[in-house]
C-alpha cells in the first residue's frame, strides 16, 4: 500500500505532531533506524524498581487552522531503560502508543494502522526536519521535576526586571553536545527555556505551575512555543512512583497488515 501525501501530512501533522512536541530540548540524531519486525521483545522480570514512575496527564494541541485537540496520556517510566506512553482521545479510543527499550522504541497508531520504528533515545521522522526529534530521556525528567538537561555548562548571566516588576535569572548555557540554550529562575524555579530548533525556528517551554508529587517538586503545566505560537499545553495531573507495572506494560504487539511510516 502506498500512502497519498494528503494522507501522510495528515497523519504526521495530527498525531505525530502533537506527540513528539511535547519536548523541545531535543538535538540531532545519534540512533539509526532498525528493520521491521510485529511485537517488541517482552521485558522479563518487569517488576517496577523503586525509581521508576507513572505519570497522568492531559495535552492540548493547538492547529495553526485555529482548531484544538485534547488528548489523554498516561507515562510509565524505568529511568533511561524503559519507557511506554499511551495517548487517548474521545470516548476513550486509542491514538498512539509508544514503547521504548534500550534496543530499539516503536510506535502504533491504531485508528491509522500504522506505526514507527528505530533505535537510540532520540525518537522521531529523520527523513523530516519540520518535525523536532524528542529525546526520550529528558521527556520522562520533565515527570520527575528534572526541567533543565543532565549536563551543561553555563555560559553567562544576568538579573533581568520584566514588565511586571518582577525580577529573574537569565541563564546562557551550553549542553553536553554543544548546542546552546537559555533559560529564567526565580526563586530557584525554571520558568522557561528558550533554544533553536532543527529547521532554525525559535522554540521555547514555558512552565507556570510547579507541583509536589509524592514529595517531589514537579511541572505541573507547561506550554510549547514556536516561533511566538503556543502549539502544544500538557498538564499533569498526577505522579505516582514505585509501584509494580503489569508485564503487558513492556509489551507492544503490531499486526503484520500496519504499514510502517517512512517506507
Not at 211 to 229: A, C, L, M, N, Y
Request: aromatic share 12%; proline share 4%.
Amino acid at each position: 500500500m502506498t500512502l497519498t501525501a494528503a494522507k501522510y501530512g495528515a497523519l504526521v501533522r495530527g498525531f505525530w505532531w502533537g506527540l513528539f512536541l511535547l519536548l523541545l530540548l531535543s538535538f540531532f540524531l545519534t540512533g539509526c533506524v532498525g528493520g521491521k519486525q510485529s511485537t517488541a521483545p517482552v521485558v522479563q522480570n518487569a517488576e517496577a524498581p523503586a525509581d521508576s514512575l507513572k505519570a497522568l496527564f492531559s495535552l492540548t494541541i493547538y492547529s495553526p487552522d485555529g482548531k484544538t485537540q485534547d488528548l489523554d496520556a498516561v507515562f510509565f517510566s524505568v529511568p533511561k531503560k524503559r519507557y511506554r506512553m499511551e495517548l487517548t482521545g474521545s470516548l476513550g479510543i486509542g491514538v498512539a502508543s509508544l514503547l521504548w527499550l534500550e534496543d530499539g522504541w516503536q510506535m502504533v497508531f491504531p485508528t491509522e494502522k500504522m506505526y514507527m520504528q528505530g533505535a537510540g533515545y532520540m525518537v522521531g521522522l529523520l527523513n523530516d526536519p519540520s518535525l523536532p526529534l524528542v529525546h526520550i530521556h529528558q521527556v520522562a525528567g520533565f515527570f520527575d521535576g528534572k526541567v533543565l538537561p543532565e549536563k551543561f555548562e553555563v555560559k553567562t548571566t544576568r538579573d533581568s526586571v520584566g514588565a511586571d516588576s518582577v525580577t529573574v535569572k537569565i541563564t546562557e548555557a551550553r549542553e553536553a553536545s554543544g548546542r546552546y540554550f537559555t533559560y529564567a529562575e526565580k526563586n530557584g524555579e525554571v520558568k522557561w527555556l528558550e533554544m533553536l530548533g532543527r529547521d532554525g525556528s525559535t522554540e521555547k517551554i514555558n512552565i507556570e505551575e510547579y507541583k509536589e508529587f509524592k514529595g517531589v517538586k514537579t511541572p505541573s503545566k507547561i506550554s510549547f512555543v514556536r516561533d511566538s505560537t503556543t502549539f502544544l499545553e500538557l498538564l499533569v495531573r498526577k505522579v505516582n512512583r514505585g509501584k509494580p507495572f503489569g508485564t503487558g506494560t513492556w509489551r507492544l504487539n503490531i499486526p503484520r497488515s500496519y504499514q510502517r511510516i517512512g517506507e
